[in-house]
């Protein structure tokens, strides 16, 4: 949720993709759909989560027991279902919430980025690693930008709005970029 990048790459993200020190993840060519090296600049939401993870002798793999990466995103997502019907609930809330997947949160992560605009369509294109849209065609043939600092401060913003909606603070306003966004 706070990187918007693909389960599958989170889920098996290998403790020597992680450079503490930038700090970032770089994901390999091979492990990304469009197979091109992506980097992911980490907010601080999200290195402090990496940070709290043992890292287990011997294992590469981040997330996860066992040979591979995490696997448990079925499960999870039923637990968490559980979790937030009990929450509409004790809200007073009688409608069900609607059907939704796992990668509604990517989905959910691009547009509330573009919502709030805390960055240009085109940077937020480059945080989830998409080519298309305004990087597709012949602009993406010229335009051989990374932006990295506009990534690294979209992903910054995000996750203090994250981080906001985590503990609450709903109704707090964000100051963001000399512009105030409302954390709901």
Known sequence: MLTGQ??????????SEIDFDKPQIELPSERVKNHKVHLVPLSS??????????????????FG???GGYSGWSKSKRELDLR???????????KPMPHWTVHDLRRSFVTH?????????HVIEAVVNHVSG????VAGIY????????RR???????????ALVERHERDILAISGRTHEAA
């Open 84 to 94: 937030i019907a009990a929450a509409r609930k004790k809200a007073g809330i009688k």
């Open 6 to 15: 693909r389960r599958e790459e989170i889920g098996g993200l290998l403790w």
């Open 153 to 163: 401060q979209a992903l910054e913003w995000w996750g203090k709005h994250i981080s």
């Open 65 to 67: 027991r066992g040979n």
């Open 45 to 62: 939401e999200a290195l402090a989560i990496l940070e709290s993870v043992d890292e287990e002798e011997g294992r590469d793999l981040v």
């Open 113 to 121: 980025m573009n919502e709030r605009k805390l960055a240009s369509p």
């Open 143 to 150: 335009n051989k930008a990374k932006y990295r600092d506009e």
């Open 134 to 137: 305004h990087l597709a065609g």
